[in-house]
């Protein structure tokens, strides 16, 4: 079933903590992961990164923050790494990075941290993920906007030996679909051994400002109505923080039942003889102005599988990114031995916060 839904029913994601570039995926997951220098296992690792759209901007930098990579779903462990930090105004740009370290520095440049401890959190895999893995300058750094900024950073050792990613970027996109994620999971209906389990997808038509978001569902009720709850939160709803536990469900046959959503529409949907649902939504009258705006989805159906009545899915997610063009940043990166010079990467890099 095709269901056409308003601009107005999504949600903008959170705001990022400082100014972000490359500025499309302020808060919008990038596209693409990156793991140097402080998610991969071998150290020393080092990365310098030129961004020339940050040309003409003059600002003090106190720190650089890092978001993890919102498709990878495994938990990230709190660690520590030793790193080297430094900045300057480039002489060079995007489209002429050097694969010498130093010939990509200004006379400007500054070491803001040496030999450094910086201590990185424990996170989950969560939606809006915030930009916490932040390292702090030992002094501020006044950028004056003369040209491309460069940051460069050298990890000499780290106590998590796990490869991890991170947020990142590549490319460009002139159609690309909404991103989709799932959260949470959902509870038994009555006959049903495994949980109500929905997924998400998108496409996206931007030529026309439109976006489709399916939703497929299974060991739903049989030939039942079930109804997608609609909402931009899914942390609090009403003064109740979520996931909220579903009272009645604890200790009944349908397992433990959660509210991920604070609905704000409903729609209802019909399931087949199996169990199975499939829905679409269309969202048009899209532009650049809602990239980064969210949609969470979540199904609910009467059953007596529990003293509440009701059971529920999973959470689905679906993040707008509007087009965009290549971004002017690109990177050079060495990782496992000391040297230098390193590999070029044009067009690709860290989504960073310059805090």
Known sequence: ?????????????????????????????????????????????????????????????????????????????????????????????????????????????????????????????????????????????????????????????????????????????????????????GCKATTYSTAMTMSGSSTATWSSGSVNFSFAGSNFPKSAVVTLLLGGDDKNFGGIPLPWEIPGTNGFPSGVCHLYVAPLLTINQVTNASGAMNAVLSVGGMTQANNGMILFTQAVAIDANNAFGLVFSNLIEHQIVAPFAVRPISYVYRNGSAGTTGTVVKNEGHVTSLE
């Open 1 to 185: 079933m095709k269901t056409i839904l308003s601009v107005c029913s999504l949600a903008t994601a959170l705001a990022a903590q400082g100014l972000v570039t490359p500025g499309h995926f302020t808060s919008t997951e990038g596209n693409d992961y990156i793991q140097t220098p402080f998610g991969v296992t071998s150290t020393p690792a080092r990365i310098l990164q030129v961004h020339d759209d940050m040309s003409g901007t003059a600002r003090t930098i106190q720190a650089l923050a890092f978001r993890r990579n919102g498709t990878t779903t495994t938990a990230y462990a709190a660690y520590s790494v030793i790193v080297d930090l430094r900045l300057s105004t480039s002489p060079l740009n995007s489209g002429t990075v050097s694969t010498t370290f130093e010939s990509n520095h200004g006379a400007d440049l500054v070491t803001v941290a040496l030999q450094k401890v910086v201590s990185l959190p424990a996170t989950v895999h969560d939606s809006q993920r915030p930009f916490v893995y932040r390292f702090p300058f030992n002094q501020p750094f006044a950028f004056a906007g003369g040209g491309p900024l460069a940051w460069d950073m050298t990890v000499t050792s780290r106590t998590n030996s796990s490869a991890l990613t991170f947020d990142g970027f590549r490319s460009s996109n002139t159609n690309p679909p909404a991103m989709d994620w799932s959260f949470g999971t």
